[in-house]
């Protein structure tokens, strides 16, 4: 089937409307009428070429809410009308370990949303600015919000499971002193995912703009961290700091807060690294740098049944799909709160 969506022909270009195809429905397949697709950072850095291996035309987008207007044969977990997401995976090989564990987000074969491989015409992936999808059952999430709330669920579906994922590895919960740095979509949600598992969450900023607006995501502290005093009035007291920053920076100032044992987990992916952290920060206190990526499939259904039972959304700016290239430029000044989404009906001819 032949559909409207929004991507770019090369890295030095805008996006612009392009046609796509999507497959028939096999046995397997949910086919997503797209109600909305959030905006991440990531679609900006993959568009764009910063990272290596971007195919073209790429068509960004893996946070995408829609209803299911078409099934496969075999499908059993899913029906027509029902409304669902898909987040950054549409397929991995299903029988590794990682699968078996339910962590296709960590498969060797995992294909993403976008810019993956696939046999479907043009050869790779391509993503939710498009008016459908069509996508194996075992991708789709169900959604448990109330209808009305559906576009701020769409950012659930990466910037959510983010960093619900990596709170949830290490354990945060209450009694625990949880740094969140940067304040972007994946941050926003941070704070309010650390906040509703009973942390003591600190959101960290360089922007001094958003000091009273982290505080009403539900940041109990919050730091302007080009203040060094403020820096320090936390040295030594976290247990646990979620990075999110979306450019390189010296991560040595945010070692300093962790207390003895405490993890910095990175999951903010710059085109280019961090400084090399000063290695006496991490030996003196016994401190770990981790990653995370993503998270699993049964994990982000388990994540968007958390935030429906907690009432959590993201904090979202709907945009049309022609504004994209200006929320692009307003995303990389950090003049969003917190994510823009795409009504995806501004694709319909
Ligand atoms: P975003 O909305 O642009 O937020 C990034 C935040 O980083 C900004 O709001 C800003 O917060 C802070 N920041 C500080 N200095 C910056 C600078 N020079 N340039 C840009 N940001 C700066 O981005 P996002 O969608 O949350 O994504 C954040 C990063 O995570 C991106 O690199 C993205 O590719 C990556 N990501 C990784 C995964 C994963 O699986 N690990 C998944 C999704 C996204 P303040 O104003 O508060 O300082
Ligand atoms: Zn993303």
Request: aromatic share 6%; glycine share 10%; charged share 15%.
């Amino acid at each position: 089937m032949t559909i409207n969506a929004y991507g770019a022909r090369a890295g030095n270009l805008p996006l612009e409307p392009l046609t796509i195809t999507r497959r028939t429905p096999g046995a397997h397949d949910v086919r997503i009428d797209i109600a909305y697709c959030g905006v991440c950072h990531s679609d900006l850095h993959q568009v764009r070429s910063e990272w290596a291996g971007t195919l073209y035309p790429c068509v960004p987008g893996h946070e995408i809410v829609g209803r299911v207007s078409a099934v496969g044969a075999q499908v059993s977990s899913h029906k027509v009308g029902d409304l669902v997401g898909v987040g950054c995976i549409v397929d991995s090989c299903k029988h590794c370990a990682d699968c078996e564990a339910g962590l296709e987000n960590y498969c060797d074969h995992m294909v993403g949303t976008y810019n993956g491989a696939t046999p479907d015409a043009p050869g790779h992936t391509l993503g939710g600015y498009s008016q459908q999808i069509v996508v194996h059952e075992r991708y789709v999430l169900h959604v448990h919000h109330p209808e009305a709330q559906l576009a701020a669920v769409a950012p659930l579906l990466c910037a959510g499971i983010t960093t619900y994922s990596p709170l949830r590895h290490w354990q945060v919960g209450p009694g625990h002193k949880v740094g969140v740095v940067g304040i972007g979509g994946l941050g926003h949600m941070g704070i309010k995912l650390a906040n509703a598992m009973g942390a003591h969450v600190v959101a960290f900023t360089t922007s001094e703009s958003k000091r009273e607006a982290a505080h009403a995501l539900g940041a109990h502290e919050v730091v302007v961290s080009r203040n060094p005093d403020e820096m320090a009035a936390h040295a030594d007291s976290l247990d646990f700091i979620l990075n999110t920053v979306a450019a390189p920076h010296s991560l040595d100032p945010f070692f300093s807060l962790l207390k003895r044992d405490g993890t910095m987990t990175l999951v903010g992916a710059p085109a280019s690294p961090h400084p090399s952290p000063t290695v006496f920060k991490l030996i003196t206190k016994r401190r770990s740098l981790a990653g995370s990526m993503i998270g699993g499939i049964p994990e982000t259904q388990e994540m968007l049944d958390f935030c429906a039972e907690h009432g959590i959304v993201a904090d979202i700016e709907m945009i049309r799909a022609e504004q994209i290239n200006t929320a692009y430029e307003r995303m990389l000044k950090g003049d969003v709160k917190y994510r823009f989404v795409i009504d995806c009906a501004s694709l319909n001819a």
